[in-house]
Every structure is written in structure tokens, then in C-alpha cells.
């Protein structure tokens, strides 16, 4: 809201005596601003392919920009800003020049937004990765977006980020001047930037101080109001929320004086705002899908009313922008000879042809099942473990992949190099080379249950953390007991005979360096019930999973985009196996009482021990008051104390 100008006495006295008044918004006339907006746009420069068409990519986002502003030009009583709420990096192949190069930063810049905040996924390359792309960012020379960040912070000892922070600009908030208010002056926007606390668990290796984002809103937006004039205050989130619910909504229910909340890492889509007190929080989905158009303005009384909210679709009607396609095409050149070269791959190189149609896994919220794509990444694992250990390959017994690194799919048609890369594009190895490198550990036949019960129990509570895996399978009932939802579960041998899992054996197990880094949070999701300790061939528990990752016979990296596109370039075509789900894991939702009670584990024996007992309680507590009333009734009879027999 506008601060209050400080008018000096001698002025308005003059003014009061000449008769006239200070200026002041006319009535009827309002300040009204236009944002264009987006998060989580993950590298997106290209338009994705999917059934039923193309969508988004910066190529035709750029377009669009251009279609938006021209047409709301900023002016008299009005602005119009353009900013983004985070994860613009980490989700195509141009992501592995993020350090050298830093395009994604040069885009927001040419598609000329305004500010930007950074998400949990501009950590993936880790602190020192960032911190060499804010550097190349600012040596392009370019014209680049604000960056805020007011609650994620490198600690004090980290002087290499803090170097680079201060080298870009990175500030609490910005206050950006457009257009002119009914009074003359400027429109002036104060924007600020938190990450949430999911967030930030999201991004384990990141090295980052986190403020709670309330605490820290508070703080910025008493600062604002103390010391700027500004019309209006938005926050660039990247905390999230889910229509009513999330850490958007408590952000806005908790801090006053925010007038819009842009709420990133969610991946959500809102058709209407969510309105919490004065407060609108808007979300237009991920990966440029959708450009989000909000317009608001200020009434004559300082409140905020809502005038439109649009999501417009990035799609095959928005023609492609020369200048954008360009720069892609440049940075597109240097990933293959600076990236691909060593892999002998070229960005559009054919690996595949695919016959089949893979739904799209999408994170945060869709049903348990198993997925012919997931069971297709992890059947790549444990093919790239064997070419990788050639003549020394120590069986795999379980590999598996979590559902939040799953960040693309695959139509039916040729699947190229980039589109190999898209399926699993997150993260950086101990090697400092893009793409998260595949692990080795070894597990105990019961923590390997409780992985099982992680898939069944965790993933309504974390989305991201169900399972897709291959030598190794479960069935489920999801109306059973949480933490004792499994109800069987067998190793797969190589010839296909089901063997029981045995509690006090290690097995091996391979999956990506990121899956193995968030175990502690799983375990923190089950509240300490469920235990998962990836550990050596001797039982011992790991505590460095860098050590475990797996070399080739050349000692790079195996990384988990690059055994998925060496399992695909192996087989030609998509083998048939991969047309539907093979029963690996079986939901069985079932209402009757010996399917919700039977093969209890440790966690059911526990609870319906101690529902028993107290059923047990309750039996002897009612039967010991029956009978004391029974003797109470029996003496009163024999004394003669007024009782009388009914006499009907």
C-alpha cells in the first residue's frame, strides 16, 4: 500500500493559504496493475510433446510476452510487471551449461522480466553451482532479471556465494517504478522472495540458512512499508499450495500487507485466485503451460479488488519468437560439444522408436500405482549396472526410482537424446558434472519392507515418494492401517520365480544419488516409525552415499539419464513389456475385516495390542461397576430403607 509522503509544513501552510489542496486521486479513478507471471518453467525452451499436442517452451512464451504487453502498455493509472516465482532452471539438456553459461537467467532476461526468485531446484548443482551461474550471468553482460531472496541465505563462512550474490544483485526485495499513478508520480511494485520450508527439504545438498518464510515476510514487509512508497507488495513464493491448502495460504493467513502471493513449487494450477483476507494467491501450473495474466487495482478506500485473472495457454496457436528460437539454437550447440561430445550423443539424435503411450507421472497428488515408465527407468538401472561391471557385476537385487525425479515422459514416436534427458534430468554428481550419478547400497530384507510401506504409507503424505522398481515387488491395501498397509511382498529372480523376502539378509540395491540423499526426510515422514539405512556389503550403515556412486570401466559417472537412454538405444524399438503395468506392485483396495486385519507387521501387532487392551479395560471396568451396583441394590433390599415393590 502507498506509504504515507511526508509534506513539509511551510508547503501545505501556503497551500492551505492560497486556497488550494494538496493533489489526491480523483474520485473514481483507481491505480491499476497488470502481472504477467510464471514458476517452475524448468528449463523449458522448447515447446513439450504430449498427446493431443505441443505445449509451452520460452520459444513461443516469448511471443506471447510480447502479445500481453503491447496490448496493456503501462501509462497513466496503470503498470504492468512481469515476474517469476522460481525452479526456472533443472528440465532439459540446457541445463548442464547452467554454470558456464547461465540460460536460463539470460532468457527471463530477453523475454524481459522484471524479477525472478530462486527455487529449491536452482540448488541442484549445489551452492557453488549457483554461485557460478550468477557470476556468468552477470559477465554476459545481458540484461537480467532482479533476483530476491529474503529468507535462503548462504551462511556466513560461505564467502564464494556471498560473493556472487553480491556480484548479481540479490536482494530481500526490489521496488520496481512503471507507469503513473492518478497523482503523478510512478506506480512503484515492491516485490520480494521466500522459499518454503518443503522446499528447502527438497534441496538437501544446497548448503543454505533458512529463515521461516512468516518470520521473514514479516520482517520485509514491515521494512517496505517503513521505508518505501509503494502502491502495492507482492511476494514471489516458492513454497506452494494446493487450492486452500499449503504454505501459501499460512503464509497469507499469518502475514498482513501482502497483496499477492505468486506460488511456485507446487506445480499447481489455479482457475480462480484464493483469496485469504486481503490477500490473493495465484498459481499457473509448471513447465510454461500457461502465462498467468492477474490484474488488480486499488479503490478509492486502499482495498484491493480483483478485475481479471486469465491463464493463458502457451500452446500451438502462439507462434515461435525468431529471436528466442536463436538463442536456443546457440546454447543448443554448446551443450553437444561441451556435454553430449563426451557421451558420443547428439541433442536430437534418435535413441528409440516408442509404440506406446506412457501417461505423464505427474508429482503432488495422483493415485498409487505402478507405471510402465517407472518400471521402465528402473529396468535401466540395473541394465547400465551390468554393462558398467562387465565381468565383476555383483547382482542387483532391488533398483528403484522415486516418483519426484520423474520430471518428464514419452509419446509415441522417436524418443531422442534430449527427450532421454528431460525423464531424468535433475541433479548434479560428485564429479560436478550435470545429471545425478546411479548409487550402490545394501539394505536388510525388513527395511526393505519399510521401503515397501514407504510406497504405501509416505506417498499420501509426500506425493514424490512413491516407488517404481524392478526385482522386487508389493501389494497394498490403502484402506488398511497407516504404516501397515503392505500386505505381501517377494523378490523377483532372473528367471521369474518369486521368492519371500527374508528380514536379516542384506540385498543389494541401486537407485539415484538424490533418492538415497532424502531418505532421512522418508523416515522423518513416518515419524521415526519406519527405518531405511542404505549400508555396505557388510552391514555397516553409510555415511558418505558419494562413496557408493557407480563408475563404468572408465571411472565416469553412470548417471541415471544416460542409463535410460543407453537401455532405450539398446532395444531399437520399446519392447512390448512396457505397454502396460506388469504387476510388479498391486494396490488392492479391499473393506472387508480379514483383508484390513490379516499378516499384520510390527507397527498393526503394536496398535491392535494396545486397541485390545484397552477393550479389555473397558470390559472389566464396566463389569466391575455392574456388579458393585448389583451388591449396592442387594443390601438396600435387606434394610428395610423405604423400598417398594412396583405394583402395576
Not at 194 to 203: L, P, R, T
Not at 229 to 235: T, W
Request: proline content about 5%; charged content about 20%; some cysteine.
Amino acid at each position: 500500500m502507498r506509504g504515507v509522503r511526508c509534506i513539509p509544513v511551510l508547503v501545505l501552510l501556503g497551500a492551505v493559504l492560497a486556497g488550494s489542496a494538496a493533489p489526491a486521486q480523483a474520485q473514481g479513478e483507481r491505480d491499476t496493475l497488470r502481472i504477467l507471471f510464471t514458476h517452475d518453467t524448468h528449463d523449458h525452451w522448447y515447446p513439450t510433446q504430449a498427446e493431443g499436442g505441443a505445449y509451452g517452451g520460452y520459444t513461443r512464451l516469448a511471443t506471447l510476452l510480447r502479445q500481453e504487453r503491447e496490448a496493456f502498455p503501462s501509462g497513466e493509472g496503470q503498470a504492468l510487471v512481469t515476474l517469476d516465482a522460481g525452479d526456472f532452471s533443472m528440465g532439459s539438456l540446457l541445463q548442464t551449461i547452467y554454470s558456464t553459461d547461465a540460460p536460463e537467467l539470460r532468457a527471463l532476461g530477453e523475454m524481459r522480466y522484471d524479477a525472478t526468485t530462486f527455487g529449491n531446484h536452482e540448488f541442484d548443482y549445489r551452492a557453488g553451482g549457483l554461485a557460478a551461474m550468477l557470476n556468468a550471468a552477470v559477465e554476459s553482460g545481458e540484461t537480467l532479471p532482479a533476483i530476491v531472496e529474503a529468507n535462503y541465505r548462504p551462511p556466513e563462512s560461505d564467502t564464494e556465494s556471498w560473493a556472487a550474490w553480491e556480484n548479481y544483485g540479490v536482494t530481500d526485495y526490489t521496488v520496481i517504478e512503471r507507469g503513473r499513478s492518478a497523482d503523478g508520480d510512478p506506480l512503484r511494485i515492491a516485490v520480494f522472495g521466500v522459499m518454503g520450508e518443503e522446499a528447502d527439504s527438497n534441496a538437501p545438498m544446497s548448503g543454505m540458512e533458512f529463515e521461516p518464510a512468516a518470520q521473514a515476510a514479516q520482517r520485509v514487509v514491515q521494512e517496505i512499508q517503513a521505508r518505501e512508497e509503494a502502491d502495492f507488495i507482492v511476494c514471489l513464493s516458492h513454497s506452494g499450495t494446493d487450492n486452500g491448502k499449503g504454505e501459501d495460504y499460512e503464509l497469507a493467513r499469518k502475514v498482513d500487507g501482502i497483496d499477492v502471493i505468486l506460488s511456485g513449487h507446487t506445480h499447481t494450477t489455479l482457475e480462480e485466485p484464493i483469496r485469504v483476507g486481503d490477500t490473493l494467491i495465484v498459481s499457473c501450473g509448471a513447465d510454461t503451460a500457461n502465462l498467468g495474466r492477474l490484474t488488480v487495482e486499488r479503490n478509492e478506500n486502499g482495498g484491493l479488488e480483483l478485475v481479471d485473472y486469465t491463464l493463458l495457454p502457451v500452446d500451438e496457436t502462439v507462434p515461435e519468437d525468431p529471436e528466442m528460437a536463436a538463442m536456443a539454437e546457440v546454447f543448443q550447440r554448446k551443450v553437444e560439444e561441451g556435454y553430449l561430445r563426451d557421451y558420443g550423443l547428439g541433442y536430437d539424435q534418435v535413441l528409440a522408436q516408442n509404440p506406446w503411450s506412457f501417461p505423464a507421472i505427474q508429482t503432488f497428488g495422483e493415485a498409487q500405482q505402478e507405471e510402465p515408465l517407472g518400471n521402465l527407468i528402473a529396468d535401466s538401472y540395473l541394465y547400465a549396472v551390468k554393462k558398467a561391471e562387465g565381468a565383476d557385476y555383483v547382482p542387483v537385487d532391488f533398483a528403484v526410482v522415486a516418483e519426484g525425479v520423474i520430471r518428464s515422459s514419452f509419446t509415441p514416436g522417436p524418443i531422442t537424446t534430449a527427450d532421454a534427458f528431460q525423464v531424468s534430468s535433475l541433479g548434479i554428481g560428485a564429479d560436478g558434472t550435470p545429471g545425478y550419478p546411479l548409487i550402490s547400497a545394501y539394505l536388510y530384507g525388513h527395511e526393505l519392507k519399510d521401503a515397501f510401506e514407504v510406497d504405501a504409507s509416505v506417498t499420501p503424505l509426500m506425493p514424490e515418494a512413491q516407488l517404481y522398481g524392478a526385482g522386487m515387488g508389493w501389494s497394498l491395501n490403502p484402506h488398511r492401517l497407516i504404516f501397515n498397509k503392505v500386505t505381501d511382498c517377494w523378490q523377483v529372480l532372473e528367471d521369474g520365480t518369486r521368492v519371500p523376502i527374508e528380514d536379516d539378509r542384506l540385498y543389494r540395491v541401486v537407485t539415484g544419488l538424490y533418492c538415497g540423499q532424502m531418505l532421512g526426510t522418508v523416515n522423518g515422514q513416518s515419524f521415526g516409525i519406519l527405518g531405511i539405512t542404505p549400508r555396505d556389503e557388510n552391514g555397516a550403515p553409510v555415511e558418505d552415499l558419494e562413496a557408493r556412486i557407480i563408475h563404468n570401466a572408465g571411472g565416469a559417472e553412470v548417471k541415471e539419464w544416460y542409463a535410460l537412454a543407453s537401455y532405450l538405444r539398446s532395444m531399437g524399438t520399446v519392447d512390448e513389456r512396457y505397454a502396460a503395468p506388469e504387476g510388479r506392485k498391486q494396490v488392492i483396495p479391499s473393506w472387508n475385516p480379514v483383508d484390513l486385519l490379516r499378516s499384520p507387521n510390527q507397527v498393526g501387532l503394536t496398535v491392535y495390542g494396545v486397541v485390545l487392551g484397552l477393550v479389555i479395560l473397558v470390559l472389566l471396568v464396566v463389569s466391575s461397576g455392574g456388579r458393585r451396583k448389583r451388591r449396592a441394590y442387594g443390601k438396600g433390599r435387606g434394610r428395610g430403607n423405604g423400598y417398594r415393590p412396583y405394583r402395576g
